[in-house]
């Protein structure tokens, strides 16, 4: 599937900063990625109309199952007000236990710099998940681990 472009659901104000939320989500089997897909679809016609919403991408890589999401916000409040908004929460409750592991790296940038590119969201989102995996490792270590 091609990459879902860049979409602009409001405009942003000039000068000032936007919250730009980065994920790689990984479904743990192929059986569970048709699902995951289409319900896909339905959060992206929500983040499409959703208020606070500056901008928004997606890629699916389906035979990887592996889907990548990248949006930028006017604010955290209008981000967690969109994750807590139908249908966006039930499908994040319901396939949680699909998913094999899921990275999120959030960072803030003028919005003159919008869109951001994907090259800089993976980039970013590799950083966290090596961050992520050698803080477990480190946990693991300690006694009574």
Do not use: C
């Not at 500056?54 to 955290?76: K, M, V």
Request: charged residues 20%; without cysteine.
């Amino acid at each position: 599937m091609p990459t879902l472009p860049w979409t602009t659901p409001n405009p942003a104000r000039p000068q000032t900063r936007a919250l730009v939320m980065a994920s790689r989500l990984q479904v743990a089997s192929f059986k569970d990625v048709p699902r995951f897909f289409l319900k896909s679809l339905a959060v992206w016609q929500q983040v499409r109309k959703a208020p606070g919403a500056l901008g928004a991408s997606l890629i699916a890589q389906p035979l990887r199952r592996t889907f990548w999401t990248l949006s930028a916000w006017e604010s955290r409040e209008g981000l967690n007000t969109y994750v807590r908004t139908e249908p966006h929460y039930s499908t994040m409750t319901s396939l949680r236990s699909t998913m094999n592991g899921s990275t999120f790296v959030f960072w803030e940038v003028p919005t003159e710099q919008l869109p951001i590119t994907w090259a800089d969201a993976k980039q970013r989102v590799a950083d966290q998940r090596r961050a992520d995996e050698a803080a477990a490792d480190e946990a693991s270590r300690r006694p009574g681990a």
